[in-house]
């Protein structure tokens, strides 16, 4: 149950998070937008890390997870986040995040043919709920 409610939070912050992005976009492009926003960042984890004395945790990491966190950050962090900001910045925020909110749908088919983790039947339901939902809202704001 903790782990669901802390989900639901991270839905509330991922969901009022692209409207800073697209204000953010507004006067700044993509790239710049991305790097500022992960300098930021990167300098509020090395303070974390530090005040909460985790650095031998962050050195210690072995060459294998260290690939899989960079794949992870390249693939996610720099190439998704990229094209991301840039549909963000030509679209309106509503349309590309409906789009973008299908990755649980990617995430599943890669999931299985990567991990072996077979998706059951309520999983298949809600990811095709919220395919669903997200062509509904596409389909919508094409109406407008």
């Keep these: 149950m903790k782990a669901t ?68 950050g390249l693939i996610g962090g720099l190439i998704g986040l990229f094209l991301y900001f840039t549909a963000l910045q030509m679209a309106d925020t509503s349309k590309i995040v409906a789009i973008v909110a299908t990755f649980p749908m990617f995430t599943a088919i890669y999931a299985y043919l990567f991990l072996g983790e077979a998706p059951g039947p309520m999983r298949i339901t809600g990811i095709a709920f919220i395919v669903i939902g997200s062509i509904l809202i596409e389909w919508n704001l094409l109406a407008d």
């Design 5 to 72: 409610l802390i989900a639901f939070l991270v839905a509330m912050i991922f969901g009022i998070n692209p409207i800073f992005e697209k204000l953010s976009l507004k006067d700044a492009s993509p790239l710049s937008v991305i790097t500022i926003r992960f300098i930021f960042t990167s300098l509020c984890l090395v303070c974390l890390v530090l005040a909460t004395g985790k650095f031998a945790q962050v050195i210690d990491v072995d060459g294998r997870t260290l690939f899989w966190i960079l794949l992870s």
